[in-house]
Antibody, heavy 118, light 110 residues
Framework: EVQLLESGGGLVEPGASRRLSCAGSGFPFSSYTMSWVRHAPGKGLGWVSAISESGSITSQADSVKGRFTISRDNSRNTLYLQMNSLRAEDTAVYYC???????????WGQGTLVTVSS | QSVLTQPPSASGTPGQTVTISCSGSSSNIGSNYVHWYQHLPGTAPKLLVYRNNQRPSGVPDRFSGSKSGTSVALAISGLQSEDEADYYCAAWDDSLTGYVFGTGTKVTVL
């Protein structure tokens, strides 16, 4: 059974940093493109960042470019999202998901809530 | 960044068919696959349709997708109460070199 388990969310102050993790199991982690998608309260879904199978290619939404960094450790079957210079508008539930532009995001984690507030 | 446009709401009675539109441009829908997601806030989104009109295993055939030019549509036939949720289209955008979501449509079963 495919499982994705996010962790690392919590309450953080504006301007602070936070690292999210997503542990995968039940599938060949290193064979899948991975993404982070977020859902801000009262708003729609928004794509955050994606990373290729090997980690050599990454892409980010303009809203997080220069502040968020996606990475992965295939030896640990874990995806990361390093979030710096956090803003109130980054408050959201963050989901990790498997898949790419051709397949869509089939498997999702349960999400982790990040609240940016003083 | 939402560059795909959906109606904010749609509704129908049980058994009816509801169709949700999603409009984009040549850099996203016009040149890439579109996928549809069902989302109940507080739960993980669910992939309903991929590659414009394909259904993942386990998704009922009541859900169907279609594409024409720079627009796509999701039809939900035989509407059921459990279909009440938010629905999103999504695609890769060649100009933005990133994924874009639709604005989302809330489906209500009357």
């Amino acid at each position: 059974e495919v499982q994705l388990l996010e962790s690392g969310g919590g309450l953080v102050e504006p301007g602070a940093s936070r690292r999210l993790s997503c542990a995968g199991s039940g599938f060949p982690f290193s064979s899948y493109t991975m993404s982070w998608v977020r859902h801000a309260p009262g708003k729609g879904l928004g794509w955050v960042s994606a990373i290729s199978e090997s980690g050599s290619i990454t892409s980010q939404a303009d809203s997080v470019k220069g502040r968020f960094t996606i990475s992965r450790d295939n030896s640990r079957n874990t995806l990361y999202l390093q979030m710096n210079s956090l803003r109130a508008e980054d408050t959201a539930v963050y989901y990790c998901a498997t898949g790419d532009r051709n397949s869509g995001w089939l498997h999702w984690g349960q999400g982790t809530l990040v609240t940016v507030s003083s | 960044q939402s560059v795909l446009t959906q109606p904010p709401s749609a509704s129908g009675t049980p058994g009816q068919t509801v169709t949700i539109s999603c409009s984009g441009s040549s850099s996203n829908i016009g040149s890439n696959y579109v996928h549809w997601y069902q989302h109940l806030p507080g739960t993980a989104p669910k992939l309903l349709v991929y590659r414009n009109n394909q259904r993942p295993s386990g998704v009922p055939d009541r859900f169907s997708g279609s594409k024409s030019g720079t627009s796509v549509a999701l039809a939900i036939s035989g509407l059921q109460s459990e279909d009440e949720a938010d629905y999103y289209c999504a695609a890769w955008d060649d100009s933005l070199t990133g994924y874009v979501f639709g604005t989302g449509t809330k489906v209500t079963v009357l």
